[in-house]
């Protein structure tokens, strides 16, 4: 635990940092930092996993949740639009389907009906 400010009698904010060192090294990183008003960050952007192949989280919920595509283990992926509406993307990258914000569904293949889904 850290000092967030200069510490007084009527000012003592503070964070926590979680260092680890890797193996083969003897350096201490920062690899989670929790703010002195509790929000949970990385050290900087766009580094660490929450959870491991085999070793996720059984339920994380959340309010919002902003900023990125939603990417599934077998490559599909649902992102944003640029125009408008979602992207549904497989595991090529390619686009097979949208939902535009009137809420149509846009699809590249067939609509095929099968009674056993």
Same mark, same amino acid.
């Given at each position: 635990?850290?000092?967030?400010?200069?510490?007084?009698?009527?000012?003592?904010?503070?964070?926590?940092?979680?260092?680890?060192?890797? +193996?083969? =090294?003897?350096?201490?990183?920062?690899?989670?930092?929790?703010?002195? =008003?509790?929000?949970?960050?990385?050290? =900087? /952007?766009?580094?660490?996993? +929450?959870?491991?192949?085999?070793?996720?989280?059984?339920?994380?919920?959340?309010?919002?949740?902003?900023?990125?595509?939603?990417?599934?283990?077998?490559?599909?992926?649902?992102?944003?639009?640029?125009?408008?509406?979602?992207?549904?993307?497989?595991?090529?990258?390619?686009? +097979?389907?949208?939902?535009?914000?009137?809420?149509?569904?846009?699809?590249?293949? /067939?609509? +095929?009906?099968?009674?056993?889904?």
């Amino acid at each position: 635990m850290y000092a967030s400010e200069n510490w007084t009698d009527s000012a003592q904010s503070t964070y926590v940092s979680f260092k680890t060192t890797q +193996i083969g =090294t003897t350096t201490q990183t920062e690899k989670m930092h929790i703010t002195d =008003t509790g929000d949970v960050v990385p050290p =900087t /952007d766009d580094v660490g996993n +929450i959870g491991l192949d085999g070793r996720r989280w059984h339920r994380v919920r959340a309010n919002i949740v902003q900023s990125g595509d939603l990417l599934f283990e077998n490559g599909y992926c649902v992102t944003e639009d640029k125009e408008s509406g979602l992207l549904f993307l497989n595991q090529k990258g390619e686009r +097979i389907a949208k939902l535009d914000e009137q809420g149509n569904l846009h699809i590249k293949g /067939d609509i +095929i009906k099968d009674p056993t889904l």
